[in-house]
């Protein structure tokens, strides 16, 4: 496939979510690009979703989601170059809106994703370390106190690592925000953890162990941010730069361990005894709620809500019941995602799902494999939470739990060897896997492209015929859609359909491939949604990368609503300009809605004249 291009990719999304100024929170997580919409409405989404490199939208939670896959930190990066946007952006609007559950989630997202992929790297070498020693490495040897310290560092100073991320959140000073939390840890205190009778002043002082802690310094940080607004408005210029630091650490550090510390702690460890509760009072309903429903808690967003409590798990006790389970849920839906692979007569849908299975089963990273696969197709999406639920459930009876913080991959394995009886920890890994791809490749699902069938069906004179024939929609070279160098496009991710190359550098019309309403048309001209009378959604997409030209050498025929016939023009094109510009003009007849029909069928025939029959439908 061809390599996306996101420096040029960032300004054209920007322009289609509706500048910087429609974005007032912005953020990325392991393949999506999460944005928090001042109004959403201004949001093109049909043509987000036909960009390349986007692989679908979601809008859930309070986010608008661009799902790109694993390349998203790229994209970011770009975003970053020509925004004001990015984590330190100003996010309090975005803060204050939604229901208290949606401010809740986006608090919790955007205080953890900067600092997802350290912990998930880290915790990927506790995990080698913890399967080492098992295999009878010593760990009183130097190189494994140094690989130790690497591994352990940034779940040890977590308050350090969260000061950083709470103080752009709450707009507090980052430096002293770290001050605050190096407090927290600092060898002294944590010796005092264990000791009787402290106090501050007289006062007694409840004192706990800080180190690996979450949302102490979180609720710090925000208390901080206040104090120093206070302090900034109150205290006269000559003084102000040094005195509010000063007083914020003389305040902010007793304030902590006498009261905040001691709270949230409390909170803290009732929210993980009592989820661990659940595990031991139902393990097999508790793992196979997990089990089943994840990845629908991932696609929403919502499953920022368990992270806290998986993190509160693993400081103490020193392990999370919920982290078992998860291996299943992610297992079983890349279990499902080879099993389209292996069932599947579309060469495009393959090509998709090969790289997304590998990626599901190694990384844990599931999106590529859910929103280009099992969600289009529904049943193998549902295939992985019948496994998921099934695995889960065996896992967490037999008391599975992880050790460290890793995401559920075949790599991430180590991290469940510590906890619960290790043969129905794998039983059921191998449960959900078995379950899903046995359902994928024997009940099977509807195939977006019967291709070993079409030729047949279209010889054989005693079939019906389509319900819907789609013409050209103008003269040229009729190419297979895999042939396409656009990657969206070839990969089948927006649908099949068929590529058609037009000669020369004349001026050529472009016309409806079938009767309908035109529901979407991009001022640039050079993009067309219809949508038949019978329910079909078709995308017209004339050259490749043409948005780039901003409608030179397009002259639009029709408007947004308007009701077209088939052969009906749509836009007349310059093809000098657009090779002038050196712009592929391969345009694009895809059908958008692929997976919810019988079949879509490409009739390749070499040339062809506009109106001919280039694909054909069974509704």
Same mark, same amino acid.
């Given at each position: 496939m061809a390599k996306v291009d996101y420096a040029a990719m960032a300004p054209q999304l920007l322009e289609k979510i509706g500048g910087e100024a429609n974005i007032s929170a912005m953020s990325h997580c392991a393949t999506r690009l999460r944005l928090v919409l001042t109004d959403e409405s201004k949001a093109a989404t049909d043509q987000?979703?036909?960009?390349?490199?986007?692989?679908?939208?979601?809008q859930a939670g309070g986010q608008y989601q661009v799902v790109i896959g694993n390349d998203v930190p790229l994209l970011y990066e770009e975003l970053g170059k020509i925004t004001k946007l990015g984590d330190s952006g100003s996010q309090d609007e975005a803060a204050d809106e939604g229901s208290l559950f949606d401010r809740a989630i986006k608090l919790i997202s955007a205080l953890l994703n900067p600092i997802i992929w350290t912990l998930a790297g880290a915790g990927l070498i506790k995990a080698a370390l913890a399967l080492a020693t098992t295999a009878g490495w010593s760990d009183q040897s130097t190189t494994y106190t140094i690989l130790n310290a690497a591994s352990d560092s940034v779940f040890y100073f977590l308050p350090i690592v969260l000061a950083l991320t709470s103080a752009r959140r709450f707009k507090a000073n980052e430096i002293t925000a770290v001050a605050l939390a190096g407090a927290l840890v600092y060898p002294n205190i944590v010796e005092l953890a264990s000791a009787k009778g402290v106090t501050f002043f007289g006062i007694p002082v409840v004192m706990a162990s800080y180190t690996s802690s979450l949302l102490p310094i979180i609720v710090a940080v925000w208390v901080q941010g206040y104090l120093e607004r206070f302090l900034k408005k109150t205290?006269?210029?000559a003084i102000r730069n040094f005195t509010v630091p000063m007083i914020v650490l003389a305040v902010m550090v007793p304030l902590t361990l006498m009261t905040i510390g001691p709270v949230t702690t409390l909170i803290s460890n009732g929210l993980s005894s009592g989820v661990s509760q659940l595990f031991v009072l139902a393990p097999w309903l508790a793992g196979a709620v997990m089990g089943a429903f994840w990845q629908v808690f991932v696609m929403f967003g919502? @499953?920022?809500?368990?992270?806290?409590?998986?993190?509160?798990?693993? +400081?103490?006790?020193?392990?999370?019941?919920? %982290?078992?389970?998860?291996?299943?849920?992610? /297992?079983? $839906?890349?279990?499902a995602v080879l099993g389209v692979m292996i069932r599947t007569r579309s060469a495009k849908m393959r090509e998709l799902a090969g790289p997304a299975a590998l990626s599901g089963f190694l990384a844990g990273i599931t999106e590529p494999g859910i929103y280009g696969v099992n969600l289009p197709l529904k049943r193998p999406f549902i295939y992985g939470c019948i496994g998921g639920a099934v695995g889960g459930a065996i896992m967490s009876m037999g008391g599975a739990a992880t050790d460290t913080f890793v995401f559920p991959s075949l790599i991430g394995i180590p991290a469940l060897l510590n906890y619960g009886n290790l043969v129905l920890s794998f039983a059921g890994m191998g449960v959900a896997v078995v379950i899903s791809l046995t359902l994928t490749l024997v009940v099977g699902f509807k195939d977006p492209v019967e291709e070993a069938d079409a030729e047949p069906a279209a010889q +054989?004179?005693?079939?019906?015929?389509?319900?819907?024939?789609?013409?050209?929609?103008?003269?040229?070279? #009729?190419?297979?859609?895999? $042939?396409?160098?656009?990657?969206?496009?070839?990969?089948?991710? /927006?649908?099949?359909?068929?590529?058609?190359?037009?000669? %020369?550098?004349?001026?050529?019309?472009v016309v409806a491939p079938a009767a309908g309403t035109l529901v979407t048309v991009m001022d640039s001209g050079h993009a067309y949604g219809i949508k038949t009378d019978d329910g079909v959604e078709l995308l017209i @997409?004339? %050259?490749?990368?043409?948005?780039?030209?901003?409608?030179?050498?397009?002259?639009?025929?029709?408007?947004?609503? $308007?009701?077209?016939?088939?052969?009906?023009?749509?836009?007349?094109?310059?093809?000098?300009? /657009?090779?002038? #510009? $050196?712009?592929?003009?391969?345009?694009?007849?895809?059908v958008t809605n692929t997976a919810s029909l019988a079949g879509v069928v490409p009739v390749i025939s070499g040339n062809v004249d506009a109106g001919d029959t280039v694909v054909e439908i069974d509704h």
């Amino acid at each position: 496939m061809a390599k996306v291009d996101y420096a040029a990719m960032a300004p054209q999304l920007l322009e289609k979510i509706g500048g910087e100024a429609n974005i007032s929170a912005m953020s990325h997580c392991a393949t999506r690009l999460r944005l928090v919409l001042t109004d959403e409405s201004k949001a093109a989404t049909d043509q987000i979703k036909a960009m390349p490199g986007v692989v679908t939208v979601v809008q859930a939670g309070g986010q608008y989601q661009v799902v790109i896959g694993n390349d998203v930190p790229l994209l970011y990066e770009e975003l970053g170059k020509i925004t004001k946007l990015g984590d330190s952006g100003s996010q309090d609007e975005a803060a204050d809106e939604g229901s208290l559950f949606d401010r809740a989630i986006k608090l919790i997202s955007a205080l953890l994703n900067p600092i997802i992929w350290t912990l998930a790297g880290a915790g990927l070498i506790k995990a080698a370390l913890a399967l080492a020693t098992t295999a009878g490495w010593s760990d009183q040897s130097t190189t494994y106190t140094i690989l130790n310290a690497a591994s352990d560092s940034v779940f040890y100073f977590l308050p350090i690592v969260l000061a950083l991320t709470s103080a752009r959140r709450f707009k507090a000073n980052e430096i002293t925000a770290v001050a605050l939390a190096g407090a927290l840890v600092y060898p002294n205190i944590v010796e005092l953890a264990s000791a009787k009778g402290v106090t501050f002043f007289g006062i007694p002082v409840v004192m706990a162990s800080y180190t690996s802690s979450l949302l102490p310094i979180i609720v710090a940080v925000w208390v901080q941010g206040y104090l120093e607004r206070f302090l900034k408005k109150t205290l006269p210029g000559a003084i102000r730069n040094f005195t509010v630091p000063m007083i914020v650490l003389a305040v902010m550090v007793p304030l902590t361990l006498m009261t905040i510390g001691p709270v949230t702690t409390l909170i803290s460890n009732g929210l993980s005894s009592g989820v661990s509760q659940l595990f031991v009072l139902a393990p097999w309903l508790a793992g196979a709620v997990m089990g089943a429903f994840w990845q629908v808690f991932v696609m929403f967003g919502v @499953h920022w809500g368990f992270v806290p409590i998986m993190m509160a798990n693993l +400081d103490s006790p020193g392990y999370s019941f919920i %982290g078992a389970p998860l291996f299943a849920a992610v /297992l079983a $839906q890349a279990a499902a995602v080879l099993g389209v692979m292996i069932r599947t007569r579309s060469a495009k849908m393959r090509e998709l799902a090969g790289p997304a299975a590998l990626s599901g089963f190694l990384a844990g990273i599931t999106e590529p494999g859910i929103y280009g696969v099992n969600l289009p197709l529904k049943r193998p999406f549902i295939y992985g939470c019948i496994g998921g639920a099934v695995g889960g459930a065996i896992m967490s009876m037999g008391g599975a739990a992880t050790d460290t913080f890793v995401f559920p991959s075949l790599i991430g394995i180590p991290a469940l060897l510590n906890y619960g009886n290790l043969v129905l920890s794998f039983a059921g890994m191998g449960v959900a896997v078995v379950i899903s791809l046995t359902l994928t490749l024997v009940v099977g699902f509807k195939d977006p492209v019967e291709e070993a069938d079409a030729e047949p069906a279209a010889q +054989d004179a005693g079939d019906a015929e389509p319900t819907i024939a789609l013409g050209s929609p103008l003269a040229g070279r #009729a190419v297979p859609l895999e $042939q396409v160098t656009d990657p969206v496009f070839s990969s089948g991710a /927006l649908g099949n359909g068929v590529g058609i190359t037009p000669e %020369g550098d004349k001026r050529i019309r472009v016309v409806a491939p079938a009767a309908g309403t035109l529901v979407t048309v991009m001022d640039s001209g050079h993009a067309y949604g219809i949508k038949t009378d019978d329910g079909v959604e078709l995308l017209i @997409h004339v %050259g490749l990368d043409t948005v780039e030209l901003k409608g030179e050498g397009f002259s639009p025929a029709v408007a947004l609503g $308007q009701r077209v016939e088939r052969g009906d023009l749509l836009t007349e094109v310059d093809l000098a300009t /657009l090779r002038e #510009a $050196q712009k592929d003009p391969t345009t694009i007849l895809v059908v958008t809605n692929t997976a919810s029909l019988a079949g879509v069928v490409p009739v390749i025939s070499g040339n062809v004249d506009a109106g001919d029959t280039v694909v054909e439908i069974d509704h």
